[in-house]
């Protein structure tokens, strides 16, 4: 309400300071602004909302215990050789807060020339599957786009939701795979400066379609 009195106070300031002349129409324009800045409030508050009312929604959600997936077990399904490319870091980790947990895996690999790099990953969000909701819910859009750089599609890979796409120019290139797993795991490849097929062949190494057998 401050801020919807503070609009009519700039709004009639604004007359007065245009002047005394023609003073009714100066009086409808001040009551038109006025009733439109009310209505604004009245949308902006609507969508605040609802975002509270969503954002709360998650938080029960998160008062769920859920036990993830051990790191070792995820560990494991990442490969350790990439042909041309060396293992230069890895990272395993398992947290959880107050009823919040997720596990996190993580390989990269650098090519021997030292150019290309590429970044494989799985993570189980646990008890946060409805924030998963949210890119499930993009991912049923249909996306199907390809031009001489390259191309971003949507659909599924191995019966889950996923993501790919691919762009190179000036012997560059940024490639990225994402899939969802039964809105509980998340399953990524990211890339740069790779060829598209070697990107594609060593994802589907990973076993992505032996994680939902992994939850409790």
């Not at 503070?6 to 001040?30: M, N, Y």
């Not at 909302?49 to 560990?75: C, M, P």
């Not at 509980?184 to 990107?199: G, H, M, P, T």
């Amino acid at each position: 309400m401050k801020t919807f009195a503070g609009t009519i106070t700039l709004v009639f300031l604004t007359v007065l300071l245009g002047g005394c002349d023609d003073s009714g129409q100066r009086e409808e324009q001040a009551a038109a602004a006025a009733r439109a800045a009310e209505e604004k409030l009245k949308t902006g508050a609507e969508k605040a909302e609802g975002i509270i009312r969503n954002l709360s929604q998650a938080v029960e959600q998160l008062n769920n215990d859920v036990a993830t997936v051990s790191k070792d077990e995820l560990k494991k399904m990442l490969p350790v050789e990439v042909p041309g490319m060396e293992r230069t870091s890895y990272s395993a980790s398992r947290r959880g807060i107050e009823g919040f947990s997720f596990t996190h895996v993580e390989s990269e690999f650098t090519a021997d020339d030292g150019d290309g790099s590429l970044v494989l990953s799985i993570t189980d969000i646990g008890n946060v599957s409805g924030f998963a909701a949210l890119g499930l819910e993009v991912l049923d859009v249909e996306i199907d786009e390809e031009n001489q750089d390259g191309f971003k599609r949507s659909g599924s890979y191995k019966g889950f939701k996923s993501f790919q796409k691919h762009a190179s120019r000036n012997a560059r290139s940024d490639s990225e795979i994402l899939v969802f797993i039964e809105g509980r795991f998340i399953a990524k490849a990211q890339a740069r400066n790779v060829e598209w097929d070697l990107v594609a062949t060593v994802f589907d190494s990973i076993p992505i379609e032996t994680l939902p057998d992994m939850i409790d």
